[in-house]
């Protein structure tokens, strides 16, 4: 949402709207290192409180933000902020798991990021709408808002959930550093620098299209939406993340080429971007199945390990995109790239699952 507060916030801060835009860095950063961070050096603390702690830090964070005076005071607080949410996130995915149990696993993630992608569609677009007509800084109360109804509704719930055993953090840290779990937190950095870091040139793509911006981006989420809830139901039928993964990778290499052939022709080149939405937003449930499948103890740590790698991912395609874009490459052929990107990355994925059990029995 900030991204769209940026014009609201530069001028009560008096200062360029691209300065004011490092308050987006800031955040993501403090959020791809508190997220892994964190979930490995609290682990000993119980589920509940670490949840509550963050969303304490995450409505301090935005509660600066919306009375920051000064570009230094809005960049602490995006950093704050950022660690809240880096914290929350994991441990929400931990949660759901842990409260419908393991066989329901791809069901509890989708609701997860079923309620991340509805955010998103629709929860981004409002407050921007609401900072037009009132105020930006009522935006982020809102969330402050909704921050403390959650905060309440999990201090007085039942029950909680504890991480048993001596020298936790230890043997979290060592099933982190497990060769198949790397491999899994790779496939996934692969992923997003391309589904994630080509969304970031989402414009340029929309200049061959006869359709305009908001409704590309409308199309795009509401495929996000419908693949994140409906894709646990197909990881918990077949237990086969693996396999579903490969799916979704042969399926968007092939649709970025769809894309680049319909591009620019009236309805039909919207369904790659909806299809674009539906397996993007689908990839990042099996692979945090598959983390955790066998490690059930750490999925904490190994969900907040993934989303790291998400961000990263997401990260570097942006900064190779912006590379090749800026050498004169045309914005089509940016998306043959992307999927023979992912056709290696398919294929890396094949040669992965058929080492993982040998891997898996070697190291325990």
């Known amino acids: 949402m900030i991204a769209g507060l940026l014009p609201g916030i530069a001028q009560t801060l008096s200062e360029p709207i691209a ?6 860095t800031a955040f993501a950063v403090s959020y791809l290192i508190s997220a892994p961070y964190f979930s490995v050096s609290l682990a000993r603390y119980s589920l509940k409180k670490k949840i509550l702690s963050a969303l304490v830090v995450f409505i301090l964070g935005n509660c600066l933000t919306v009375f920051s005076e000064s570009l230094f005071l809005f960049i602490s607080s995006r950093v704050i902020t950022g660690i809240g949410a880096g914290l929350f996130n994991p441990l929400a995915v931990d949660l759901a798991i842990r ?6 696993k791809g069901k509890a993630l989708s609701l997860v990021w079923g309620a991340h992608s509805v955010g998103v569609v629709f929860g981004v ?7 037009q007509v009132i105020s930006w800084q009522v935006s982020i109360l809102i969330m402050v808002v909704l921050s403390l109804i959650s905060f309440m509704g999990l201090l007085f719930s039942k029950g909680d959930y504890y991480q048993k055993g001596q020298n936790y953090q230890s043997r979290a840290l060592k099933t982190v550093l497990n060769p198949s779990v790397i491999g899994i937190l790779g496939i996934s950095l692969l992923t997003c620098m391309v589904t994630t870091g080509l969304y ?3 414009s340029l793509l929309q200049k061959k299209s ?6 590309i ?3 795009w989420g509401g495929g996000g939406v419908i693949g994140s809830f ?3 139901r197909v990881v918990d039928r077949l237990k086969k993340p693996q396999l579903v993964m490969s799916i979704l990778l042969f399926g968007l290499a092939l649709n970025f080429v769809l894309l680049a052939q319909v591009v620019n022709i009236y309805i039909v080149g919207l369904i790659p971007f909806f299809i674009w939405g539906c397996l993007g937003w689908a990839t990042v449930n099996p692979q945090v199945c598959s983390l955790i499948e066998g490690r059930e103890d750490y999925t904490s740590e190994l969900s907040a390990f993934n989303s790291s790698a998400i961000g990263l991912g997401g990260a570097i395609g942006t900064s190779f995109g912006g590379l090749l874009l800026s050498g004169g490459i045309q914005s089509e052929h940016l998306l043959y790239l992307a999927s023979i990107f992912l056709f290696l990355v398919l294929i890396i994925q094949v040669l992965k699952n058929g080492l ?4 898996g029995e070697k190291y325990g």
């Open 19 to 24: 300065i004011v835009g490092q308050g987006i």
């Open 99 to 104: 409260i419908v149990g393991t066989d329901k």
């Open 125 to 131: 677009p409002i407050g921007v709408y609401l900072s």
């Open 200 to 202: 970031s040139f989402v």
């Open 210 to 215: 006869l359709h305009a911006l908001p409704m």
């Open 217 to 219: 981006l409308l199309i």
């Open 230 to 232: 409906f894709i646990g």
């Open 356 to 359: 993982s059990r040998e891997v």
